[in-house]
């Protein structure tokens, strides 16, 4: 294929939280772990208000890497993603990292590789092509403060229904009103991730 690119596809999942929250997004394969973060965050509707990583090679107690958000001499044995290819790391279809959003709320995603292949050089990525569900709001507690969230708002006569509602509007993300069930593909817009950087690492040396 003549000017071709080559892309790599995912299904990222967010996990503990039924039914499940998914996206499927196409990324250019020259991206680092900093450009698939941001493409998550994204996709799924975060606001990139909390600190992240990637834990690659989890066994359920430790992971063999992590990439993420780390300042110099930060001794958190955090590698800075933006200095590593995706690629580099998950290359087969079936590939899996798990990328952690919010270490206070704590959202675990899966995030899958689903396949690599060529594309017309003028394909606008990064794209979402499919997913379901709205993303919860940020600071709502992780996913049982979102199941908490979600028996509430379910429950006009619940004694915290008119608190939950007042919260929701005056959440900075816009969450209401709030429909679970929400999510358009075609809605998502990214942002640039190299000026996404560069703001974030201003705003961390001031």
């Keep these: 294929m003549a000017d071709a690119t080559m892309l790599m596809r995912f299904r990222i999942s967010l ?11 196409d990324v250019p394969a020259d991206y680092s772990f900093w450009d698939l973060h941001v493409a998550i965050q994204d996709a799924m509707g975060w606001h990139d208000e909390h600190l992240h990583v990637f834990a690659l090679g989890e066994d359920g107690k430790r992971a063999r890497e992590r990439l993420g958000l780390s300042m110099p001499d930060a001794g958190d044995g955090i590698r800075p993603d933006h200095e590593v290819k995706v690629a580099d790391r998950l290359s087969d279809p079936g590939d899996t990292v798990i990328y952690i959003y919010d270490f206070g709320d704590y959202w675990r995603h899966a995030v899958e590789l689903i396949d690599t292949h060529a594309v017309g050089s003028t394909l606008d990525l990064p794209r979402c092509v499919d997913g379901e569900r709205a993303c919860p709001p940020e600071d709502c507690g992780g996913d049982p403060g979102y199941e908490e969230l979600l028996e ?3 429950d006009p006569r619940h004694e915290a229904h008119a608190d939950m509602v007042a919260w929701l509007k005056r959440h900075p993300g816009g969450h209401w009103p709030f429909d ?8 998502v817009v990214f942002r640039d991730p190299a000026a996404h950087l560069a703001s974030v690492l201003q705003d961390l040396n001031r």
């Design 152 to 154: 509430v708002l379910a």
């Design 15 to 25: 996990l503990r939280v039924e039914p499940t929250i998914w996206r499927v997004i």
């Design 180 to 187: 679970p069930e929400a999510f358009e593909p075609g809605g």
